[in-house]
């Protein structure tokens, strides 16, 4: 089993910045594992944000947030971040961590095996 905990969102100001975390444990957990982080907003498809490989040295970032969020991990801690910076309305949605063991699978799929609860991050105008 894998579990997956979010925290960090919340409501903010379009042009300010939010810091997510997402704490990983479990007895099959590894931390070996790719991770990453989705979004969902009202009314539309789940996608791929970005994901990083487990040494943290590839690392996809969807085109609209390159520039804007940083994915990074602390693999003593087991846990991923995400910091978004210069955030627009059209970054609300409730993000969720996730897992796998394959990076490249992962990112060509746009899916992950493990997920969180998910965060809600708002954005307002």
């Known amino acids: 089993q894998v579990q997956l905990v979010e925290s960090g969102g919340g409501l903010v100001q379009a042009g300010g910045s939010l810091r997510l975390s997402c704490a990983a444990s479990g007895r099959t957990f590894s931390t070996f594992y790719a991770m990453g982080w989705f979004r969902q907003a009202p009314g539309k498809e789940r996608e791929l944000v970005t994901a990083i490989n487990w040494r943290g040295s590839t690392i996809y970032y969807k085109e609209s947030v390159k520039g804007r969020f940083t994915i990074s991990r602390d693999n003593a801690k087991n846990t991923v971040y995400l910091q978004m910076n210069s955030l627009n309305t059209e970054d609300t949605a409730v993000y969720y961590c996730?897992?796998?063991?394959?990076?490249?699978?992962?990112?060509?799929?746009?899916?992950?095996?493990?997920w969180g609860k998910g965060t809600l991050v708002t954005v307002s105008s």
């Open positions: 996730a897992a796998d063991r394959e990076y490249s699978r992962s990112v060509a799929r746009d899916d992950m095996a493990y």
